[in-house]
Every structure is written in structure tokens, then in C-alpha cells.
């Protein structure tokens, strides 16, 4: 039992991501205190699964500050999306302030991620 420090067969870890999988009925889990905001969250995830040429979406207009700069969006901040070669489209919300369904499902057929 116990830990080595270095994450290799720690059981413990191992089954507290089994059971958060299991929880929200996902394949796999990454359960780690070391995320320190939910951009860090995010960005290790869109990092994980974005290749250059890919094409990210946003569904509902301009996302918050702090992934506005790891998209890169108004300037290609080195290490952003952007600087990776990751494309990105915003979906304005629709004249009542409700998602444009349309224009979502057009913005979505090309993206690797909504």
C-alpha cells in the first residue's frame, strides 16, 4: 500500500479516479489537488485533447478573461491555442440573449471541440 511520490501504482489514487469516473459516468477521471482554478482545469484538458489545425468553439459568445488568454484570442500569447496552431469561433447568443442552436450546429460540423 502507500504512495512512492511518483504516482506509480498508487491504489489509492487509482481508485478515488475509478470511483469519480464511475460517479459521472465517464471513461476515465483525473482527480488531483494540484489544480489550482477551473482555467487550469479546462486548459489541461483542451491542451490534452486539441492538435494544431483543430478547431475549438465557444457556444455562447466570448468565454472568461483568464481563457480568453489561453485561446489567445486577441493576441497570440505565446503558449496559447493560438500559438499552437488551434482555430477559434465564438457563437453570439441569438437577439433574445438565448444560444444561437443554428448557428451552433453550423460552427460545430468543423470543430474538434464545443
Avoid at 4 to 30: K, M, Q, S
Avoid at 56 to 81: E, Q
Avoid at 90 to 107: C, L, N, T, W
Wanted: net charge negative; aromatic share 8%.
Amino acid at each position: 500500500g502507500g504512495t512512492n511520490g511518483y504516482g506509480y501504482d498508487d491504489t489509492g489514487r487509482e481508485r478515488l479516479e475509478r470511483a469519480f469516473a464511475d460517479i459521472f459516468a465517464v471513461e476515465a477521471a483525473l482527480v488531483r489537488i494540484q489544480m489550482v482554478s477551473g482555467t487550469h482545469a479546462l486548459a489541461a484538458v483542451v491542451f490534452g485533447v486539441l492538435r494544431p489545425g483543430d478547431l475549438l468553439v465557444s457556444a455562447y459568445g466570448a468565454p472568461y478573461d483568464t481563457m480568453v488568454t489561453m485561446i489567445g484570442r486577441d493576441r497570440k500569447v505565446r503558449g496559447s491555442l493560438a500559438d499552437y496552431g488551434v482555430d477559434y469561433l465564438e457563437v453570439a447568443p441569438d437577439e433574445s440573449g438565448e444560444p444561437d442552436y443554428e448557428a451552433i450546429s453550423r460552427a460545430a460540423e468543423g470543430a474538434r471541440m464545443v
